[in-house]
């Protein structure tokens, strides 16, 4: 179990500001899962739109949040490290409640299956233990 800063994150996966959507990892089971976190913040440059007077964080994203908490459970084994976890499907998504600036967004995806280069995860956002959105997520692992 380790403490991931978003520097150390940046070195698993290769996404950037402002497409990275994960603060920290809290936890982390190589191939097992992990748990991140995102402190949601006014100044996210999609609350500009949406929607002005009532921010409101887009539901992709919070699922995007998650797959890269869960890139980030799949990249740390050794077998893929500097490869690229992409989405290869979303299922079951749903969105419980709202997510708005000042809320901590706790973010786990639990990997379940593993077959070559795919993988599939349960995922879960939270807000104050209660559940803002979750879905099934696969990926495919590659350059």
């Known amino acids: 179990m380790s403490v991931y800063t978003a520097k150390e994150i940046m070195e698993i996966i290769p996404h950037r500001h402002p497409f990275m959507l994960i603060d920290t990892i ?33 539901g992709v994203l919070i699922v995007e949040a998650l797959a890269q908490v869960g890139a980030v459970a799949l990249l740390g084994l050794p077998e893929w490290k ?18 708005i600036p000042g809320d901590v967004l706790m973010l786990e995806t639990k990997i ?6 795919i993988g599939v995860g349960e995922a879960v956002a939270t807000v104050d233990g209660k559940t ?12």
């Open 26 to 58: 809290e936890e982390l089971e190589e191939g097992v899962r992990a748990l991140g976190k995102k402190c949601v913040s006014f100044n996210e440059p999609y609350f500009a739109g949406h929607f002005p007077g009532n921010p409101v964080m887009p």
């Open 82 to 99: 500097g490869k690229t976890a992409y989405f290869a499907g979303i299922n079951k998504a749903r969105f419980k409640q709202k997510v």
């Open 112 to 117: 379940t299956k593993v077959k070559g280069p």
């Open 132 to 143: 803002a959105c979750k879905a099934e997520l696969m990926f495919a692992i590659g350059e």
